[in-house]
């Protein structure tokens, strides 16, 4: 079993800072990439951040210059450092990875249970 547990959400005032740890565990072969989506009431799910196992980021346009995403392999833990944060930032935060468990031949889209992130102006 894999299993993803992100931790770090909580209530900030706009302009604060907050960051997410999401950790890997479980039968872990490889993790590819991971990320950060969000999802706000009534909207999608969008991605806020992504990380290559050699450290190749993406970013969506919302996040640029106020989020950093960063991954600790060894852990098996990607974090989300956001700056800046704005009310239209409130959502909730989830954690996805690309694993491939031991004893498979393919990989497979894991995601945390989400943790709730509010900012309030």
């Known amino acids: 079993q894999v299993q993803l547990v992100e931790s770090g959400g909580g209530l900030v005032q706009a302009g604060g800072s907050l960051r997410l740890s999401c950790a890997a565990s479980?039968?872990?072969?490889?993790?590819?990439?991971m990320g950060w989506y969000r999802q706000a009431p009534g909207k999608q799910r969008e991605l806020v951040a992504a990380i290559t196992g050699v450290g190749s980021v993406n970013y969506a346009d919302s996040g640029k210059g106020r989020f950093t995403i960063s991954r600790d392999n060894a852990k098996n833990t990607v974090y989300l450092q956001m700056n800046s944060l704005k009310p239209e930032d409130t959502a909730v935060y989830y954690c996805n990875a690309l694993i491939t468990p031991r004893a498979a031949t393919t990989s497979y889209d894991y995601w945390g249970q989400g943790t709730q992130v509010t900012v309030s102006s």
């Open positions: 479980g039968s872990i072969f490889s993790i590819n990439v």
